[in-house]
T-cell receptor, first 116, second 112 residues
């Protein structure tokens, strides 16, 4: 069974205290791994897509990396405005032709709180 | 671009009533997804369409739920009859050829 597991469930940091969020996956064929940010009362906001092991993407204080079994979202010197729930999701290769219509399987998310 | 548009933003209804949620995807996107989010179950995919055709509705919880996409710029999710356990936030998302899904602001449904 395809599974996506995020850890920790919740993370509390002091402003400036760097850390990482983990997303591990057990899937038969990965087409891509996606990171989203969700603020309370809003829809998830797209951050990154990673397609192959060794790939890295950066945006401001965030850097996402991918291995064959997991992805990390590194947060460098976080600020209170980085507080949010971070979701990862996988897009799988499907069918004999590997067709993917973009169906994502989401993890449960990590709730990040950054204190000033 | 205005992004994905959902209406209404909030819906409060009584058990047994019909509820219709609406979604306008991003222009040019060819896939549309309906999700439900609760604290207990997280984000669940209900159904998705590609080029207006339903591809996978295995996430639709019961026959009380139905979804349509009559054209590339409009989709509805209908619950009839509604029950208190349907209370959740319902999201619509759309994606193009790169499969990056862009979410709408959601509809918060409360069934009393």
């Amino acid at each position: 069974e395809d599974q996506v597991t995020q850890s920790p469930e919740a993370l509390r940091l002091q402003e400036g205290e760097s850390s990482s969020l983990n997303c591990s996956y057990t899937v038969s064929g990965l087409r891509g791994l996606f990171w989203y940010r969700q603020d309370p009362g809003k829809g998830p906001e797209f951050l990154f897509t990673l397609y192959s092991a060794g790939e890295e993407k950066e945006k401001e204080r965030l850097k996402a990396t991918l291995t064959k079994k997991e992805s990390f979202l590194h947060i460098t010197a976080p600020k209170p405005e980085d507080s949010a729930t971070y979701l990862c999701a996988v897009d799988l290769l499907r069918g004999a032709g590997g067709t993917s219509y973009g169906k994502l399987t989401f993890g449960q998310g990590t709730i990040l709180t950054v204190h000033p | 671009d205005a992004g994905v548009i959902q209406s209404p933003r909030h819906e409060v209804t009584e058990m047994g009533q019909e509820v219709t949620l609406r979604c306008k995807p991003i222009s040019g996107h060819n896939s549309l997804f309906w999700y439900r989010q609760t604290m207990m179950r997280g984000l669940e995919l209900l159904i998705y369409f590609n080029n207006n055709v339903p591809i996978d509705d295995s996430g639709m919880p019961e026959d009380r739920f139905s979804a349509k996409m009559p054209n590339a710029s409009f989709s509805t999710l209908k619950i009839q009859p509604s029950e208190p356990r349907d209370s959740a936030v319902y999201f619509c998302a759309s994606s193009g050829l790169e499969y990056e899904q862009y979410f709408g602001p959601g509809t918060r449904l409360t069934v009393t």
